[in-house]
C-alpha cells in the first residue's frame, strides 16, 4: 500500500480563501475589519520567522495585523501592560503572545492576563477549560488544524481508536480531547500516550488514526501501525544532512518513507500540520471579530 | 482469584481524621475555620440528602457549614446574587451549589459566577482548565478520590493502561486527564471510551485499571477485564429488588460479582468511591481556607 499524502498547503489554501470572504462579507456588511496583534518579545530568529508568517497569512486574508516588538530584557510587567493595552483596543480581535518568552519573565502570569474573548490561540485556562467541558470557545489553532486534516484524508473517526502520542498543552492533551467529544468529525475513542509509556506501538498498533506530536524523529515507524491507518505528524525537527544548503533538513516524528507503505494518508513535514495551524489562527481571529460586530451591533 | 474490597467508608476515614486535624491546626495557629457554603435550589429529594451529608461531614470535620437555600421558583439572578455575596464572605472558603438545578435556571451562568478561588468543586472553566494545563488548582472531587481508590488498592498506574469508560465533564473526562498527568500516582496510558465506542471490551480487556462512570448497570462484566486488574466503579443505579424494603437496591455500572472473580481489587457499591467524594471536598475547602489564611497573613 502506498498512502494519500494529506496536502497541507492546499487544505490551508482553500480555507484562507473562505477566510478572506469571510473577511470581506465582514467589512461589507458591518464595516468591521478584523485585527490580529502580536506581541514578540526579543529576537529568537525562529520566532521573527514565526511572527513574520502570521502576520504576512493574516494581511494576505484582507485583515488587519499589529506587531509590537518589545527587547528581551523587557520587563514582565511591561508586556503585561501590552498586553491590557491590546485588551482595551476595540480595532484588536485577536491577541497573540509569541512564546517561548526570554527568561525572567513569566508565560503564564502573560498569557492571564489575555481577554478570553480575544485569546485566538485558544491558550488561558479559561478557554482551555471550556473546551474540555464542550462550551463555545476558541479551538487552539494546532489541534484544529489537525482535526481538519483528519477529515481531508477521508476518514471519520467515530468509533475509530485514535491514539495521540505526546501530552503536550498546546497539542497532544487538547487533540485528545477533542477527538473524543460527542461531535462531527470527532467521537473516537482515544487513548493518550506519552514518554510514561512503556511501549507505544501496544496502542499505534491497533490504531486507525495516530497524531504523533513527540518532538522526536522516527517516533513512529511503519511496523508500528495497521494496515490504512491514517498518520497525522505534527513533529517538525531539523537532522543535519551535509547535502542540504544550510546543513540540515527538517522532517517530523514519524519515519515517511516507511509509514507511507504501511498507511492510507499521512501528512508531510514540511507542508502538513505546519500551514493549518496558521491557518486556523486566522479563523479564529475572524470568528472573534464576528462576535465583537454582533456584539456592537 | 477473588479480589479485594477497596473499603471506601475506611479510606474516607482515615481521610477525614487527617482533614479534622488540618482545620485544628489551622484554627490553633491562624484563627481561621474553614467554611463551606452550599446552595441549595428547590426540594429534590436526592439533592437533599445529598446536601445534608455534605454539611454532617463538614461539621464533623470542625468546619462551619452554611446551608442557603431557595424555592424551587427562585430566579436565576436571585441565585447567581446569593453566589456573589458568598464570594464576597471572608468566612466562607468554598462556594457548593447543588446540582441539578431546577429547569429554567442556567448551571453554566450559576457555576461561572462562582469565584475560582472558591470553587471546591472544581467545576468552573478556569479550574478545569488549570487542572488540564497542570497549574495549582481544586482536583474536582470524585476524581480526586478515584485517584486515592486506585493508590489505596497498591496499584502504582504509572506506564500501565488505564480505561475509563464515560465522558462526563465531573468524571470520566477529568479522571483520563489527572491519570495522564506526569505526576506521582499518574503517569499512566489512558484511554477514554464512551457512547461512541462500538466495543468497550476491546480496550478494557487490556487495561491495568478500569475506571467505569458510565451510568448503566452491567456496563463492566468480569469476562471483560484481565485477570488482576483494579475496577473503580463509580456508578450509583437503583435496581428494583423485591425483597429490599424500598423494593431497589443500589448497584454500580459493574457487575460486582463477576469482576470480583477476576480483578485483584474493586471497589463496592455503596461504600466506595462516594464516600470518597465528599471526603475531597473538605479537602479543597481546607486547601482553599489555608490559602485564604495565608494571603491574609
Redesign the interface.
Known amino acids: 500500500m502506498s498512502a494519500k499524502t494529506i496536502d497541507g498547503k492546499k487544505l490551508a489554501e482553500r480555507t484562507r480563501a473562505e477566510i478572506a470572504a469571510g473577511v470581506a462579507a465582514l467589512k461589507a456588511e458591518k464595516g468591521v475589519t478584523p485585527g490580529l496583534a502580536v506581541i514578540l518579545v526579543g529576537n529568537n530568529p525562529a520566532s521573527v520567522s514565526y511572527v513574520t508568517a502570521k502576520e504576512k497569512a493574516c494581511r494576505d486574508a484582507g485583515m488587519i495585523s499589529c506587531e509590537i516588538r518589545m527587547p528581551a530584557d523587557a520587563a514582565e510587567d511591561a508586556v503585561i501592560d501590552a498586553v491590557k493595552s491590546l485588551n482595551a483596543d476595540s480595532t484588536i480581535h485577536g491577541i497573540l503572545v509569541q512564546l517561548p518568552l526570554p527568561k525572567g519573565i513569566s508565560e ?1 502570569r502573560v498569557i492571564d492576563a489575555i481577554s478570553p474573548e480575544k485569546d485566538v490561540d485558544g491558550f ?12 463555545d470557545c476558541f479551538l487552539p489553532c494546532t489541534p484544529h488544524g489537525i482535526l481538519k486534516l483528519i477529515e481531508e484524508s477521508g476518514l471519520d473517526v ?2 475509530k481508536h485514535a491514539v495521540v502520542i505526546g ?1 503536550s ?1 498546546i497539542v497532544g ?2 487533540v ?2 477533542l477527538l ?1 467529544r ?1 461531535a462531527p468529525h470527532a ?12 511501549d507505544v506501538s ?2 499505534t498498533r ?1 490504531a486507525d488514526v495516530v497524531v504523533v506530536a513527540a518532538g522526536r524523529p522516527n517516533t513512529l515507524t511503519g511496523d508500528m501501525i495497521k494496515p490504512g491507518a491514517v498518520v497525522i505528524d505534527v513533529g517538525v525537527n531539523r537532522v543535519s544532512d551535509p547535502t542540504k544548503p544550510k546543513g540540515y533538513r527538517l522532517c517530523g516524528d514519524a519515519d515517511f518513507a516507511s509509514c507511507a507503505e504501511v498507511a492510507s494518508a499521512i501528512t508531510p513535514v514540511p507542508g502538513g500540520v505546519g500551514p493549518m495551524t496558521i491557518t486556523m489562527l486566522l479563523w479564529n481571529t475572524l470568528e472573534s471579530a464576528r462576535r465583537a460586530a454582533e456584539g456592537a451591533a
Open positions: 503564564k488561558t485556562p479559561v478557554n482551555v477549560g471550556k473546551m474540555l467541558i464542550g462550551e467515530a468509533g501530552r498543552n492533551k487538547p485528545a480531547a473524543a460527542k467521537n473516537a475513542t482515544v487513548t493518550l500516550c506519552h514518554t510514561g509509556t512503556p501496544v496502542y491497533t
